[in-house]
């Protein structure tokens, strides 16, 4: 099993930035894939950013050039840098870690966009 917990959510301005972590339970260098998810009220949720063991990325249309998910495997986190936030980028975002053909998630960090 592995636990994620994620920090750094927050109330922010438009055209603001924010960087979220995504603390694991154990060496990330042993989970396939984490990723950053986020569900606004009313909508369903939606995939942000992954990650595998090997450094591949890939990022949803809407927060590429803006988003960035790195790892830093000597503190077994996973982080993501967000750039130039928008309104619609209010959302809970979600950590998960797929390991072991389980995948678990953290309880989520609040992240408001607001003027």
């Known amino acids: 099993q592995v636990q994620v917990v994620e920090s750094g959510g927050g109330l922010v301005q438009p055209g603001g930035s924010l960087r979220l972590s995504c603390a694991a339970s154990?060496?990330?260098?042993?989970?396939?894939?984490m990723a950053w998810y986020r569900q606004a009220p009313g909508k369903e949720r939606e995939l942000v950013a992954h990650?595998?063991?090997?450094?591949?990325?890939n990022y949803a249309d809407s927060v590429k050039g803006r988003f960035t998910i790195s790892r830093d495997n000597a503190k077994n986190t996973v982080n993501l840098q967000m750039n130039t936030l928008k309104p619609e980028d209010t959302a809970v975002y979600y950590c998960s870690a797929v390991y072991n053909n389980g995948r678990y998630w953290g309880q989520g960090t609040q992240v408001t966009v607001r003027s």
């Open positions: 990650i595998t063991s090997g450094g591949s990325t």
């Open positions: 154990r060496s990330i260098a042993s989970i396939n894939t």
